[in-house]
């Protein structure tokens, strides 16, 4: 089940509630939009797909124009979501990594929604959280980007759930910064912020550097993000690849309620795909009986499947969130 902003709001409130993370993977084909359901269905977990402005512009969605990468990504998701096996998993759709000139055309069609055929009904479907890439701006553009999406959303009156980031990549937040973002943004548009992404020690990629996180900070900027909305707020943890499970369990009991997942979940992937042409290279001469159900996307792609799933798996129980597919109230 594809979630809307309010629902978002529900399982985002849920997570810190109950004391788990949801795991966001950042998802750049069809495939991989299967898998990571897959993964949640097997888990019975909530799950969030994200999508950053190289993938809408991909060549799997958008080939160059990320509003149609938006779409394309939305009605695959949500065809998928809403359909069984999916129906009873929640699932967010949130856009990550959104910067440029660009970024208000695709992110306000994300608020306002995308027609799309769900179950054979013709329905509006539109981002359930959304957030923009501030590593690039002021904290005043920040404020005035971030308060122009809220003013979108009023117009058009949709709900609209949003992940403010502090814009720092690596190295921790102070957190008189929190103060300086989230209050003007909560003063003049009350009730959108539900996720606070500061620096807390990460960075993104994969490196062999080591990361100083800090759950200290996290548990402060949680502190400080609920006391300025007034409601709970939960951290986003990005850059989450090169995490030891413990640091990860440590994050999630300090107040991390969404972490994203890229690059290690790529690489994942690319070495699969590598390990399958590597095995095959004899099925793939064309002399071979075998070799068009070797050359064709089923035979990779469940290639991939059969490792990535378990990985994601792995992902979501180190974050506690296996069996939280069902709110308390609903169960």
């Avoid at 993964?39 to 990320?66: C, N, V, Y």
Wanted: charged share 20%; net charge negative; proline share 5%.
């Amino acid at each position: 089940m594809l979630l809307d902003p309010l629902q978002a709001r529900l399982w985002l409130a849920d997570a810190l509630a109950r004391g788990y993370a949801i795991l966001a993977v950042n998802a750049d084909s069809p495939a991989a939009l299967t898998d990571c359901l897959e993964a949640a269905r097997q888990a019975q977990a909530p799950i969030i797909i994200e999508t950053s402005l190289w993938q809408l512009t991909g060549h799997s969605f958008g080939a160059g124009d990320p509003v149609r990468g938006l779409v394309r990504y939305l009605v695959q998701l949500s065809g998928l979501a809403n359909a069984e096996p999916y129906r009873e998993i929640p699932v967010i759709f949130h856009t990550d990594h959104i910067k440029g000139p660009e970024t208000l055309r695709i992110l306000g069609a994300a608020i306002r929604g995308v027609e799309a055929n769900i179950c054979g009904s013709e329905a509006k479907v539109f981002a359930s959280t959304v957030s923009l890439d501030s590593s690039e701006m002021t904290e005043g553009e920040n404020i005035a980007r971030t308060s122009e999406l809220c003013e979108l959303a009023r117009v058009a009156g949709r709900p609209l759930t949003i992940e403010m980031e502090a814009g720092v990549d690596a190295g921790v937040t102070e957190i008189e910064v929190a103060e300086r973002l989230l209050a003007p943004v909560e003063e003049t548009h009350p009730g959108c912020l539900y996720l606070w992404a500061p620096g807390v020690g990460t960075q993104h990629g994969l490196s062999d550097r080591g990361y100083p996180f800090s759950p200290d900070a996290v548990a402060l900027h949680r502190e400080k993000a609920t006391a300025i909305c007034g409601r709970p707020i939960g951290i986003a943890l990005h850059g989450s690849s090169g995490l030891a499970a413990s640091a990860l369990r440590e994050g999630v009991a300090a107040g991390v309620a969404k972490v994203n997942w890229s690059s290690e979940s790529l690489l994942i992937r690319c070495q699969a795909a590598q390990e399958y042409f590597a095995s095959r290279s004899a099925e793939l001469q064309k002399s071979h009986p075998a070799w068009k159900a070797t050359a064709m996307d089923h035979g990779l792609q469940a290639f991939v499947s059969a490792r990535y799933v378990p990985k994601v798996i792995e992902r979501i129980e180190i974050l506690g969130g296996v069996g939280k597919a069902c709110l308390p109230e609903r169960c």
